[in-house]
């Protein structure tokens, strides 16, 4: 991988305009798919951003117990590596795509956050409970899945399916990257 400070020369001048302007489309493209699902922070007059957007999280903490580390976990299950959190809002993700994401990897973000929404949703519906749900309980790792012992020792008990830990959309069945580790107590 090329450092983008030696991508610079690299990609010279009409290079450069022509990456910032596929970054900026792809930011705006994930702001305006996500917007239907989520409260987004600072867009400007014409409900557009420059090359990232915040994504609000703090709507969820009343609603569902849910705090931006829930949705940083839950898109581990997902395959993707969290956002920046809570910079420079406090429970806040900073969604900033590069110009190197294709369309079907921007997609394939945008429905695992959209997933992510309905399973808050649920929540909030009392469909799924406050604590012990599939967000409070993520990341997954293939050794609670795999078997019924799970890393703990104990038996599958959890008010969700392994098969909604696992693979909460269908293409995780063919692209699947496991997280290691399940969740680690949080500093407080």
Known sequence: MVNRLTSIPLLGRDGLVKATKITLLNANYLLSKLKPHYKI??????????HEFILDARPFHDSAGIEAIDIAKRLQDYGFHAPTMSWPVPNTLMIEPTESESKEELDRF?????????EI?????????RQGNVLKMSPH???????????SGAKWDRPYTREQAAYPLPWLKEKKF???????????
Request: net charge negative; proline share 6%; glycine share 10%.
């Open 41 to 50: 922070m600072y867009t400007n007059k014409n409900d557009r951003c420059a």
């Open 110 to 118: 945008v429905d695992a956050l959209v997933s992510i929404r309905q």
């Open 121 to 129: 949703r649920d929540i909030e519906e009392g469909k799924a409970p």
């Open 141 to 151: 790792p293939i050794g609670d899945i795999i078997s019924g012992d799970g890393e």
């Open 178 to 188: 496991w997280p290691s580790v399940a969740r680690v107590d949080d500093g407080e």
